[in-house]
């Protein structure tokens, strides 16, 4: 099982999202919650991840790797481009 990290805030649908995506397809996730320091994790992320523009929300990172937001998530999903396995 791969390790899967997502950056979230609690008023982003689309973290929200995310997590109901993995919550029903029963993949273990951490997930670290920005609220407090949003905009501190935003330059941290887009840094870290050498990211062309500022990080959004929420950030998924599957085994280190910065795999992108929601949309990214679901497009590498259903053109079997990852794997959680």
Not at 24 to 49: A, G, M, W
Not at 57 to 69: A, M, S
């Amino acid at each position: 099982m791969k390790k899967v990290e997502i950056y979230t805030l609690d008023y982003c649908p689309y973290c929200q999202k995310t997590k109901i995506f993995l919550d029903e397809h029963k993949i273990p996730y951490t997930e670290i919650p920005c609220d407090d320091t949003e905009e501190e994790k935003r330059k941290e992320l887009t840094k870290k991840y050498n990211l062309p523009c500022l990080a959004t929300f929420p950030q998924i990172i599957i085994d280190d790797v910065n795999i992108g937001g929601y949309s990214d998530l679901m497009e590498k999903y259903n053109n079997n481009l990852i794997s959680f396995e």
